[in-house]
């Protein structure tokens, strides 16, 4: 009888742990689902996945200086009601390394400030802009409300913002044969054009003046657009022969 309490130490660990994840899972998901976006220092894709958005609470950093001398945050906690951009944000970072640190200031009486995810800082030449389905709010990111299935976008960026690029691109693609992508550039105000110039992932050429241009695989790929100081786009995945890229 003695030998079967590791057994049942074991399970009960593992039940334990099953749960725990069940309920991170499950805090992930709660909210209206929308996707978000997070390209950092040098178009750095941080994050870029589907969460929940809801109310959050996030301690404003004594770290977060970067607008100068006593712009940091108190220490305290700041409660983020409801579905906001800024508290995606900050849910997301619960669950994904590479949006922390997290580095908020309430220092300001217009809003929270935003210097720092995951090592990408904003300073006098660069900050993060906000794009909601494509467009800039002109709102902080703590008032902007978040609907089920929006496009969020949080991008450390220069002024005049640059273009936001968006790929579009088959499901699936036949090994070795040529196939049509486009890529279109949004502007700070939600306007559509074709992207002159672009690179494209497995493409020879740029995009044309009408956007497209034509890509061959060889297998499976996840595609993405850049050009300049734009900011990339979304990837796009490719499959090939039945098999489609991972992550």
């Known amino acids: 009888m003695p030998r079967l309490v590791p057994y049942r130490l074991a399970a009960a660990c593992a039940l334990a742990l ?12 709660k909210g ?16 870029e996945d589907s969460f929940g ?18 712009t940091g945050g108190s220490g ?22 590479a949006l922390k640190p997290l580095l908020i200031t309430d220092a300001f009486d217009f809003g929270l400030g ?24 002109e709102l902080g990111g703590e008032v ?9 976008l949080w991008a450390l960026v220069s002024f005049p913002y640059p273009d936001e690029l968006v790929l579009s691109a088959p499901d699936e693609a036949t090994a ?3 196939f049509t992508v486009r890529v279109f550039a949004y502007d700070d105000k939600g306007k559509r ?11 020879a050429n740029p995009t044309s003046a009408d956007g497209r241009t034509t890509v061959v695989l060889k297998k499976a790929a996840n595609l993405a657009a850049r050009h300049g100081t734009d900011i990339p786009s979304a990837v796009e995945a490719v499959c090939v022969g039945g098999k489609c890229p991972r992550g």
Request: one cysteine or more; a positive charge.
């Open 193 to 203: 054009k074709p992207a002159v110039g672009a690179q494209v992932t497995g493409a």
């Open 18 to 29: 099953i749960l725990a994840l069940s309920l991170a899972a499950g805090a992930a998901a």
């Open 53 to 70: 958005a809801f109310t959050a609470t996030v301690k404003a950093s004594p770290k977060a200086t970067c607008f100068g001398p006593g």
């Open 76 to 97: 305290k906690e700041v409660t983020l009601k409801g579905p906001t951009a800024l508290g995606m944000l900050v849910q997301a970072a619960r669950f994904t390394a």
């Open 144 to 152: 902007v409300k978040v609907k089920k299935g929006d496009e969020v």
């Open 32 to 47: 209206p689902v929308a996707d978000l976006r997070v390209v950092g220092k040098g178009g750095k894709v941080l994050a």
């Open 114 to 137: 935003i210097c720092g995810v995951g090592g990408s800082v904003a300073s006098s030449k660069a900050s993060w802009y906000l794009k909601v389905n494509h467009e800039n709010p």
């Open 176 to 178: 070795g044969e040529p």
